[in-house]
Nanobody, 112 residues
Framework: QVQLVESGGGLVHPGDSLRLTCSAS????????TDWYRQRPGKSRELVIR????????AYLDSAEGRFYMSSDFAKNEVYLQMNSLQPEDTDIYYC?????WGQGTQVTVSS
């Protein structure tokens, strides 16, 4: 059974950092583009940042530029989203997408 799993979310204070992990079973992540999306209740899911299968990362949200980064450890079949200088407006459920599959999401809450 194909599974894409996000982890690493939690409750943090403004200015803190978090690293989210996207891991997969059945297929290898580096054969496809990996996207991180986020969504809050009542809003559409929005693309935050993308890592291409051949390398390279593009931030799609202006607010992610210079704060959010992607990396990978393909030996572990994992892709990471490093989020720095988190702000309350970054509070969302974060999802990874790869090879047409979505994970279940991980909640990130930024609050003082």
């Amino acid at each position: 059974q194909v599974q894409l799993v996000e982890s690493g979310g939690g409750l943090v204070h403004p200015g803190d950092s978090l690293r989210l992990t996207c891991s997969a079973s059945v297929f290898t992540l580096n054969q496809h583009t990996t996207d991180w999306y986020r969504q809050r209740p009542g809003k559409s899911r929005e693309l935050v940042i993308r890592m291409y299968s051949k390398g390279g990362v593009t931030a799609y949200l202006d607010s992610a530029e210079g704060r959010f980064y992607m990396s990978s450890d393909f030996a572990k079949n994992e892709v990471y989203l490093q989020m720095n200088s988190l702000q309350p407006e970054d509070t969302d459920i974060y999802y990874c997408k790869n090879n047409g599959y979505w994970g279940q999401g991980t909640q990130v809450t930024v609050s003082s």
